[in-house]
C-alpha cells in the first residue's frame, strides 16, 4: 500500500563487458584436434606398417655421436596428396561452422530464459492494472473535515467480464475505486467483496479489457523456479517488472489480526509498497501468486533483510475469488461466540487448567456454539482435528472446515474436559463478525 511517500531513486552503472572476441573460435579448435588426429593416424600407421623408418644415431641414444639426425621417412606422393586433400576438406567446413559462430551451452540457456521472460511479460503485463481507492476525510477536533486520501497498489485481471484481483489492505478503506490499465486508461472499478484474513478482494471494470491472466496450479510449485512480479512500486511506476526465484513455499505469517497466514510463497522477486495485489508469474505465463507483503525485520531483533517477499498461493486465491464472483460473497465458519485468546501469563495469574486456547466471554443467542451446550468461562482447546495453539490460532483452526461441517468442540469446563457436537454456521462478510 503506498500512502504518497516521494519516490526513492538509485543510479547504478553496470561493470564493463569483458571482450570475448580473442577467445578462440570453436571452428579453430575442432580443425587443430582433427588435423592432429589425421597426422597421429597416418604416422602410426607408418611405424605399424611395411615402411622403413631409420632412426640415426641420437644424442640421447647414443652419447658418442656428436651430430643429431633426423628421422628419414618413405611416403608415396599418392598419400600426401590424399592427406591434403582431407586438410582442405575440413578447413571448409570448420570455416563455415566459424561463420555461424555457434554460443556455449550455458549463454544459450541464458538467452532462452531470458526470452522467455519477455514473452510472459508481454502477454500478462496488459492484464496487470494500478489500484487507486480514495480515503474519504474525517472530521478533526476542531470540527474541519481533512481532504481525502489515497491508497495505491496493484491487481490483476482475472476474468473477460472484467474481474479483477488484488489484496484487501489495498482497498479496505476506500470507498471510491479506480483501475489504471496498462495503457493509461483510468476506469471506475466496483468492489464485489473481500476476505480480510486471506487479504484478498475481487473488484470489477466494465467495458472490454486489454488482456486476461490465467491462474496456475500453486500446488506445483519448487524452489529455484523463476519467478516474475509485475506491479506498481510506491504507485507511481507502473507496470514494473522484477525478476527472481521461488525461495521456500509453505511459509506461515502472522497477520495483524490474529489469523497466521497460511502456505505463503517466499520470493527474492523485488517487491515494494504498490506491488500488493499485483501478480507473481512462473515462466509458463501463469499467476502462481499474488503478492502480500515483505519482511524488513523481526521484532525479536534489531538486524535487517533483504528478498523477503510473500505471496498467496494461487490456489488460495482461486478458490476465494470464484466463490466471491459467484456468490457475491466468501463465507467463513462462524461458532458464534466472543473470545479471548488464553496465554501462559494469564493461566499463571487465574490458575487456570491449560495455557493455551480461547476463553468464551460470551455466546451469539441461538448461535452455533449455543445450540451445541457451550457456556460462557469454559475454554476450546480442540476443533474436530485440529488443537488450538499447537496446530495454529483459533481461526486457523475452525477455518479449516467449512459452514455446515459438523464438528468436534473439546472444552475445559472448570478442570474438566468435555466434548460438544457443534455444526457451524456461515457469515458472508468475515470482515465485519465480531463473534466467531
Not at 309 to 319: R, V
Not at 392 to 418: A, H, I, M, Q, W
Request: with cysteine.
Amino acid at each position: 500500500m503506498y500512502n504518497q511517500y516521494p519516490p526513492y531513486y538509485e543510479v547504478r552503472q553496470d561493470p564493463p563487458k569483458k571482450n570475448k572476441d580473442n577467445r578462440p573460435s570453436w571452428g579453430t579448435v575442432i580443425l587443430i584436434a582433427l588435423i592432429t588426429a589425421i597426422l597421429g593416424g597416418f604416422i602410426g600407421g607408418t611405424v605399424g606398417g611395411n615402411r622403413e623408418m631409420k632412426f640415426l644415431n641420437l644424442p640421447f641414444l647414443n652419447n658418442e655421436n656428436k651430430s643429431a639426425q633426423m628421422a628419414e621417412t618413405t611416403v608415396s606422393s599418392e598419400e600426401v596428396n590424399a592427406l591434403q586433400s582431407q586438410i582442405a576438406e575440413l578447413r571448409a567446413q570448420i570455416t563455415e561452422l566459424d561463420s555461424q559462430r555457434p554460443v556455449g551451452q550455458i549463454e544459450a540457456m541464458q538467452t532462452e530464459v531470458s526470452s522467455q521472460i519477455t514473452r510472459v511479460v508481454e502477454e500478462v503485463a496488459p492484464a496487470v492494472v494500478t489500484i487507486t481507492a480514495v480515503i474519504p476525510g474525517s472530521m478533526t477536533y476542531f470540527g474541519f473535515r481533512t481532504s481525502d486520501s489515497t491508497s495505491m497498489g496493484s491487481g490483476v485481471i482475472i476474468s473477460e467480464d472484467g474481474y479483477i484481483l488484488t489484496n484487501n489492505h489495498v482497498i479496505s478503506e476506500g470507498r471510491e475505486y479506480y483501475a489504471e490499465l496498462a495503457n493509461g486508461t483510468v476506469l471506475q472499478a466496483q468492489l464485489i467483496s473481500a476476505d480480510s484474513f486471506s487479504d484478498l478482494a475481487v473488484l470489477k471494470v466494465e467495458g472490454e479489457v486489454p488482456a486476461v491472466a490465467k491462474l496456475g496450479n500453486s500446488d506445483l510449485l519448487k524452489a529455484g523456479e523463476t519467478a516474475i512480479a509485475i506491479g506498481s512500486p510506491l504507485g507511481n511506476f507502473k507496470n514494473t517488472v522484477t525478476v527472481g526465484v521461488i525461495s521456500a513455499t509453505g511459509r506461515f505469517l502472522e497477520s495483524s489480526n490474529g489469523y497466521q497466514m497460511e502456505n505463503l510463497i517466499q520470493t527474492d522477486t523485488a517487491i515494494n509498497q504498490g506491488n500488493s495485489g499485483g501478480p507473481l508469474v512462473n515462466l509458463a505465463g501463469e499467476v502462481i501468486g499474488i503478492n502480500v507483503m515483505i519482511v524488513r525485520g523481526s521484532s525479536y531483533s534489531s538486524a535487517t533483510a533483504e528478498g523477503l517477499g510473500f505471496a498467496i498461493p494461487s490456489n488460495t486465491a482461486k478458490l476465494i475469488s470464484d466463490q466471491i464472483i459467484q456468490n457475491g460473497a466468501f463465507s467463513r465458519p462462524v461458532l458464534g461466540i466472543r473470545w479471548t485468546e488464553i496465554t501462559a501469563r494469564m493461566a499463571r495469574a487465574y490458575q487456570l487448567p491449560t495455557d493455551s486456547g480461547v476463553y468464551i466471554m460470551d455466546l451469539t443467542s441461538g448461535g452455533p456454539a449455543e445450540k451445541a451446550g457451550l457456556q460462557v468461562d469454559d475454554i476450546i482447546i480442540r476443533i474436530g482435528d485440529y488443537t488450538i495453539a499447537e496446530n495454529g490460532s483459533f481461526y486457523n483452526c475452525l477455518f479449516k472446515y467449512s459452514p455446515g461441517d459438523t464438528v468436534e468442540v473439546e472444552v475445559y469446563r472448570g478442570t474438566s474436559k468435555r466434548t460438544f457436537t457443534v455444526t457451524l454456521a456461515g457469515d458472508a462478510d468475515t470482515a465485519a463478525v465480531t463473534r466467531l
